[in-house]
């Protein structure tokens, strides 16, 4: 599943072929996506300019001067740029064309990602509004996240998931921050100290922006804009690599599930 580092290398990406680009179409072959794609979508975008390409989560925001179109990726989804007279292939299911023959091509398998139109304020969308701060902004730091984990039962790691507490640290990226840390990613949120916490906050910060560096992680489907995968997989320490030695004491990694999640972990490394 494309998860913030992803989403965060696709902005990147898009962002010089449509800034200031102006739509001059929008092809539907198929509207059923996690939520139905809307049916005047080519009417309230046709002739707009595309003023920024931003990301909030796991999601992207193309800033039109009458309203913002949002979009996931789910879970298989990509996005490229491609000549808009590019043939189709199955799974392209929205290709929102630019002006200067040019197509944004939604690719999806799963149908689990979506594309929706927000006329207002789209940090107001109800998608958008509960979620918590962004894990590279300066407001989240480890004293955050140790006044949020107070009196809480939960795992670390589901913790750390949860959209509303910090947004979009997927699964990956918690498996090797918690590594990082040295924190197992069993224990109970509440009773990790503060100093522990400012080291982890620092860590998932770090996982993030390497990330971003090697354009993302590709396991199964996710591509880049350019139909290039994402490095960071070479780079990943602990996700998908139980019974493997760790990188750190060679001693096997285990594995967990946790909030219906696998999850990796050295039993020595992280306590």
């Known amino acids: 599943m ?20 102006r739509i001059t179409g929008v092809v539907v072959r198929e509207p059923r996506l996690r939520w139905p794609v809307p049916e005047d979508l080519g009417r309230r975008l046709l002739g707009q300019r595309i003023e920024a390409v931003q990301r909030r989560a796991k999601y992207l925001l193309v800033r039109l001067g009458a309203g913002t179109v949002l979009l996931h990726l789910g879970m298989s989804g990509s996005l490229r740029v491609v000549p808009a007279r590019a043939p189709s292939q199955a799974h392209d299911h929205v290709d929102i064309v630019l002006a200067h023959d040019r197509a944004l091509r939604l690719h999806d398998p799963r149908r689990f990602g979506a594309l929706l139109w927000c006329g207002g304020d789209p940090l107001t969308h109800p998608l958008l509004r509960p979620l918590g701060p962004e894990p590279l902004n300066d407001s989240f730091d480890g004293d955050y996240l140790y006044a949020r984990a107070r009196g809480r039962r939960l795992a670390v790691k589901p913790f750390l998931m949860d959209s509303q507490v910090v947004a979009g640290v997927g699964n990956i990226y918690a498996n090797e921050a918690l590594f990082e840390a040295g924190i ?3 224990r109970a949120a509440g009773r990790i100290a503060r100093a522990r916490y400012g080291r982890l906050a620092r860590c998932i910060k770090r996982v993030l922006e390497a990330a971003i560096e090697q354009g993302g992680t590709t396991l199964r489907d996710f591509v880049r804009e350019d139909g ?6 070479n780079e990943l320490r602990v996700y998908a690599r139980a019974d493997r030695p760790c990188p750190r004491c060679a001693r096997p ?13 050295c039993p020595r490394c992280q306590r």
């Open 2 to 21: 494309p998860e913030l580092p992803e989403v965060e290398t696709t902005r990147r990406g898009i962002l010089p072929h449509l800034q200031g680009r």
């Open 253 to 265: 990694l285990r594995g967990l599930v946790l909030g219906q999640r696998a999850t990796v972990f």
């Open 228 to 233: 290039r995968p994402g490095y960071f997989r």
């Open 184 to 186: 197992h990613p069993g």
